[in-house]
Every structure is written in C-alpha cells, then in structure tokens.
C-alpha cells in the first residue's frame, strides 16, 4: 500500500478492471490499503467504490477534491537570473523584500507543480530557512512574524511594530532615514492587515485598524498600495493633513508625492479576477522609488497564500504562489539592471499544515491534505539574491533577516 503501485500489477489489475467494466460490473476491492495515499492510486485505476473502514476521513476526502486538487489552466514562463552581481560583497543600495504570507515549502511546491515545473524563485541560488515562533507562542501569527524581519525583535502574538512588553520598537523604515533612504509598502491585502502594518505601526493589538492608521499619518513611508478598510475613510483628513494623497487604483497615482492607493482589486484573489495587480503594483512602487539618489527599502506582500492556506484551498493558494513568482521575476530583472539591489523572499510563516500527496508536473496537477486551518511551527524558506545574499543560507530565528538587512546596509543596530 506505499507508493504507487508497480508497472506489472498495476497492468494486471488495470485488465481486471477493464473486463469487469466491459461485462457493466462495478469494481470494488475488499481489504485493499486503506489510507489517503491508496485512495488515489484506487482512484487513478478507476475503481466504482473505495473500500474503507474510515467513512467520515474518506468522505471528507471525496467531499473536498474540488478545494484539494489544482489543474492549472495556464503557466508563466520563470525568469533565469543573471547572476553577475548575486552573492557581491559590494553593499547594496536598495532592498526589496518579498514576503509571502503563509508560503511554506509545500506551498512553493504546489505552485512549482501547477506552473508546470517551473517557479523563478528556485533560481535563487542563495538559499536558507527561517525559524518562525514568536516570543509567547511556538506557533506564530503575522504580527510577530513580520515585526521580527522590521524590528530584530521576537513579539508576542497579534503585536505590531511593539516588543513583548509594548514598547515601541524602531522599524527598518524608521531606521533607515538615517541613510535618507526611502521606503514604500505594497500588499495584495488590506493596508493595516498585521505583515504591512509591521513596517509603520506601533501597537498591541493587529485588529486596531483605526489607530494603525494613525500611525501610518506620522510614518516615513512614501506610499502604501493594497485594499482599504471600513477605518479608512474617518482618517483620510489625517493622512491628507500629513501630506499623503489618496488613489482608489494603480492608474490614479499621483506624479509627485506621498500617496495611500486604497484599491478594492488588491483585496481579490486571482480566482476572483485580481489578475495582475500585484505586478502592476510592485512595477509602479519600483517606478517611485529607484530614483531615490540614496537608495530605498520597499517591501511586498503575497498576503493571499495565507488566506488560501487558512481556507484548506490548494487551487486558491497554487494560482496565489504563481502570481507572485511573477513579481519575484519582475524583481530580479530590476536587480539585474539596477546591479545594486538586495532581493529577499520569504514567509512570515507556513498556514495549513499542507502536505502533498499527489501530482503530475507535465500536466500541471497538484493534489494534497491540509492537518489544520490555522498557522503551524515549520520553518519557512529564505532566498536572496543579489549583492551580500550570500549572508541568507544556513537556519536562524527570523529575527536574523533584520540584523542581515542592517548589516548589507552598513547601519550599526543593537541587538
């Protein structure tokens, strides 16, 4: 019952099958394997009925199928970096980090998969992992999880931009004023949502959208672009008072200026006609910010692989992962031209225990179980590219990835 089954029995019993289908008889094996893995391989032979002494496990499998398993309709072409600058010990002038919230190893297999054995990101050559738990749980949330990259600092769950006491931590955008850098944020979720409010916020609760965005009005963020919020329209007068200008879409971004774009398309999936937002945004974030004469911080959120993860949904998270291999494309390109440009990619965490049980790379078909809706302790995968990525391999406590910033930028810290 591991496995699939051997070319020689798998031919006898697929004659078995064959013939019993030409006399119209239905096909079921007693006392065959009864586990998840051998329900696909029953499945694949064509068998009527699966015999199971596990009704609700193998219900809940044969209720679920449209929600895990994924055939991809269509693929992207991966981008193959050019490596010149990959790995330089010259400092870098710009950083773009790149988190995707709740992308786990599994998760990037399973968008590997349905892209059809091809994802930009497992290019990078300069790779490592992440150990994700926050300062009062094993299990962390995206609070914490980001504030460790923005802050060096473990958290408490559900605590933004603030230390397990609630003090107020100095953020990479904050910190890098020293330098006169520049920073912007986009994310294909709400702009307070707990991984973009971790880079500008100051709080103990990730819900406090209203105060979060108080916070945003005295941030030295240039821009923030992803979805808005019912808090948002009270505080547009705030923002607007510290010199940021709304935009409701990408096309309405302002020549000159702060700005705040608050687009209900960020807040779609891909499944729901987002299409290519996320790249659109990351183009026009970059499009601002490279012609920072003293360089600029920018990061980006996939938030919808962790909603994918949380909805037990592989088809919602496989086209969310693929989505955002193309901006990771879009950034080594940049990297490429610009030769002065740190790339980092990562998660803030992994969500849905995803294991994947099933699979056809050259059809693009991915099939697999979730153990849970909620965030689990396996540590993420990091890759960097770029000059100093060579800091990124090997496993750390994500706190790391701060300090490893600091350190390509030149910028003394404490710990």
């Known amino acids: 019952g591991k496995s699939n089954l051997p070319q020689r029995e798998a031919a006898a019993i697929t004659a078995l099958i064959n013939k019993a289908h030409d006399l119209h008889k239905p096909v ?3 006392g065959a394997p009864d586990v998840v893995n051998a329900w ?3 499945m694949k032979l064509g068998v ?3 015999n199971t002494d596990h009704i ?8 679920n199928t449209d929600k895990t ?3 991809a309709a269509e693929t992207h072409a991966a981008y193959t970096p050019a490596g010149s600058y990959d790995g330089n010990t010259k400092l870098p002038k710009n950083i773009i980090l790149l988190i995707g919230d709740g992308c786990g190893l599994a998760e990037w297999y399973a968008g590997y998969t349905a892209n059809k054995g091809a994802l930009t990101v497992f290019n990078i050559k300069h790779t490592g992992l992440s150990k994700t738990s926050s300062a009062d749980s094993y299990i962390t949330d995206s609070a914490p999880g980001s504030t460790a990259f923005a802050s060096g600092k473990k958290t408490n769950n559900r605590f933004v931009g603030v230390d397990a006491t609630g003090h107020q931590m100095a953020l990479i955008p904050e910190i890098i004023t020293r330098k006169k850098m520049l920073s912007g944020i986009v994310t294909s979720g709400d702009i307070t949502d707990a991984t973009p409010a971790d880079f500008y916020a100051h709080r103990s609760s990730r819900d406090s959208s209203d105060a979060i965005l108080k916070d945003l009005a005295v941030s030295p963020l240039q821009f923030i672009m992803g979805a808005g919020n019912a808090s948002l329209p009270a505080n547009i007068p705030l923002l607007q008072q510290h010199g940021f200008t709304m935009a409701s879409s990408l096309k309405t971004i302002p020549a000159k200026g702060k700005f705040i774009v608050a687009d209900n398309l960020a807040g779609l999936s891909v499944l729901n006609g987002r299409k290519e937002w996320l790249s659109a945004a990351f183009e026009a974030a970059v499009g601002k910010l490279s012609s920072a004469s003293n360089g600029f911080f920018l990061m980006l959120e996939a938030a919808q692989i962790d909603w994918g993860g949380h909805d037990n949904n592989l088809p919602y998270i496989s086209t969310e992962v693929v989505d955002f291999d193309k901006v990771i494309g879009k950034a080594l390109k940049f990297a490429d031209r610009n ?11 992994e969500t849905g225990g995803l294991s994947l049980l ?3 790379i050259s059809k693009g078909y991915v099939s697999g179980n979730f153990s849970t809706n909620d965030h689990t302790a396996i540590p993420v995968p990091v890759y960097a590219y770029g000059p100093q990525s060579q800091q990124f391999t090997g496993v750390y406590e994500n706190t790391e990835i701060f300090y490893k910033i600091m350190k390509a930028l030149d910028i003394p810290v404490d710990r």
Do not use: C, M, N
């Not at 740190?342 to 803030?348: G, K, N, P, R, S």
């Open 69 to 71: 398993s994924y055939h």
């Open 339 to 349: 030769k002065e440009t740190l790339v980092i990619i990562t998660a803030d965490h």
């Open 28 to 30: 079921r094996f007693w």
């Open 48 to 50: 009527d009925y699966i």
């Open 56 to 63: 609700p496990a193998l219900a809940s499998f044969l209720t």
């Open 358 to 360: 099933d699979g056809d």
């Open 40 to 42: 696909y391989q029953l």
